[in-house]
């Protein structure tokens, strides 16, 4: 059994630029769900049971197809909301090695938040926006639904949830409001980590 991972900060922690009340209801409803959806879809197949929820969004392909729609999407959930609540922090200051790459890879890091900001405005529906490395190197992209990166061999760094159920309380219709607000509560600290330890 899949569980929901308890925050290790409060639901009102990232305010103002995210809300406490979305928060309560992303983590405590909306995540719930995804877990609870996954559990429900793997139910019986105990292989996938003792699996790491991570191993088996990178192997999707090799989910029964009876089940697979259900564990991409819900499995999906599952592990892009667990990778979600890790990299916000409030007020944190990019520095490092990350620095230093996004700094080579898009020359600066307006250059930087300028393409991720698109990349997440503009992303049509529900969706992810990512900063991934794919083969070593830094990339952005967007996912469709819960699509993972990790489907496709890539490793994510940080990434901004842009369904309406994660600023639409606050922001409404003003997605790229959100957006903006986001980069005050991106942890650069646990970036760099997942950064280092990924080039490792
Ligand atoms: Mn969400």
Redesign the pocket.
Known sequence: MFELPKLSYGYDALEPYIDAKTMEI?HSK?HQAYTDKFNAAIKGHEKMEKMKADDIIKNLNHVPEGIRTAVRNNGGGYVN?NFFWQVLKKDVQISGDIKVAINQKFDSFEKFKEEFASAASTHFGSGWAWLVLNKGKLEIMATPNQDSPLTQGKTPLLTI?V?E??YYLKYMNKRPAYVDAFFNVINWDKVNELYKNTKR
């Open positions: 992303h909306h909301h949830d369904w159920h994660a």
